[in-house]
């Protein structure tokens, strides 16, 4: 059976004047699945931000652990119990659970129904309404296929713009429309959730009358990119490396001018170098037959980490993707790194250049592995799968 990678990304919008968020997602990830929830606290601010943390922090936590989702609900429904006031759940929630190989399971509790597109269109499967602990709980079964896109969303979305922009809010069947059109313009699973966040905060008028959370889930086929760094400690193994590099499927990338020059001359292929500076920080590409992307070394892998770790900070903030679009080298591997791979497999070259080297670093530890090391837990952080293989 084909195994796929399960992306996600999510933005929340703070209620105007809180500083926290009453919204929280939570995402785990074991070794043959992905477990999103979504949790939206009773009300706004500290305390709103506090259950929903509770909540998804529980449920996420137990379903990993192998408890089933009526052990976790009754568990937060002992933990959480029902507002005297108001009668309500102090944390409505949603839970999605999808497998590498594509079997899916939800479960809703209060939160607005999940969108589910399937080729570009609305996806509805057979559900159970099941009560747990006295909680209501839809639940769903599925089998994902490649280029599926699921939608979960907090209250606040569906009730954008109400009172001002819109006299009703958005409306569930606001938002589907809207998806099917933002799908069909293809857009990476951050794109996608960027944009529709935007949509709902200019409905907003920039200030949102309710904590808004997207969470978005895309099902894929597995995307791979292999990078070539540095030159190998021996010398006698510069054909291997560069055998083993080229043998691999997907997308190449080689960082570093003499990485390029080794694949190069083993290749035969020239290398051509791009006099075009969009960024001073960031050295010129260089282009080989057969290569997707040829960067300079330790200053493009600098700013490429530096860019993903602003992705890591800000989320899907429709201001990044301005910088990853650039024209630049670390902007195109960031691009690269983060909307076309889901495997990235490293071939690292274990030579020391001297010129890489910091003074104040073991002699047996450069400036690129470092590097190496750091952009391998960036991008494990985001749920990418990274092979290191050392010469």
């Known amino acids: 059976m084909s195994r796929f990678h399960i992306e996600t990304a999510y933005k929340s919008l703070f209620k105007k004047g809180e500083e926290l968020c009453g919204d929280k997602v ?20 500290v305390k709103a931000n506090i259950l929903a943390t509770l909540t998804s922090t ?9 408890a089933t989702v009526a052990d976790a609900v009754a568990t937060v429904a002992n933990t959480l119990p029902v507002c005297s006031v108001r009668k309500l759940a102090y944390s409505t929630f949603s839970v999605l659970e999808i497998s590498d190989t594509g079997e899916g399971y939800l479960a809703e509790f ?3 129904f999940c969108f589910y597109l399937r080729d570009g269109e609305l996806c509805q499967f057979k559900c159970e309404y099941n009560e747990y602990s006295g909680r209501g709980v839809y639940e769903t079964r599925f089998q994902a296929q ?26 569930w069947d606001h938002v589907a429309a809207w998806l099917k059109n933002a799908v069909a ?13 935007d949509t709902v905060n200019d409905l907003y008028h920039g200030r949102p009358g309710d904590d808004s959370t997207v969470l978005v889930v895309g099902v894929v086929n597995e995307k791979v990119v292999n990078m070539f760094a540095g030159p190998p400690r021996n010398k006698e193994d510069d054909e291997r490396m ?25 290749i035969g292929k020239p290398i051509k170098t791009s006099l075009k500076y969009t960024d ?34 800000s989320g899907s903030d429709s201001e990044f993707f301005n910088t990853l679009d650039e024209e630049n080298g670390a902007a195109m591997m960031a691009k690269m790194l983060l909307e076309d791979c889901t495997r990235l497999k490293l071939f690292i070259g274990t030579a020391i250049n001297p010129a890489h080297q910091n003074p104040d670093l073991p002699q ?18 985001f749920g990418k799968r990274v092979e290191t293989r050392y010469y």
């Not at 490649?146 to 409306?171: Q, R």
């Not at 083993?244 to 694949?263: L, P």
Request: hydrophobic share 40%.
């Open 26 to 45: 939570s995402i785990v990830r074991t070794p043959n699945s992905t477990i999103a929830v979504l949790a939206d606290g009773l009300g706004s601010g």
């Open 185 to 197: 313009l293809d857009m990476s699973v951050p794109r996608l959730t960027a944009a529709l966040s």
């Open 280 to 313: 001073p920080r960031v050295p010129p590409i260089g282009f080989i037959e057969g290569i997707d992307l040829c960067t300079e070394g330790v200053l493009t892998l600098s700013r490429t980490l530096d860019i993903l770790k602003q992705y890591k900070e």
């Open 242 to 266: 560069v055998i083993d590099y080229m043998a691999s499927e997907g997308k190449h990338t080689i960082c570093g001018g003499t990485s390029a020059n080794i694949v190069s001359r083993v």
């Open 110 to 112: 209060d939160n607005p």
């Open 58 to 66: 529980i449920i996420s936590t137990m379903l990993k652990e192998g």
């Open 364 to 381: 047996d530890l450069s400036i690129k592995l470092k590097q190496i090391e750091k952009l391998k837990e960036l991008l494990e952080s």
């Open 146 to 171: 490649a280029g599926d896109i699921l939608t979960l969303v907090s209250d606040g979305v569906i009730y954008a713009g109400v009172g001002e922009s819109l006299n009703f809010g958005w409306t």
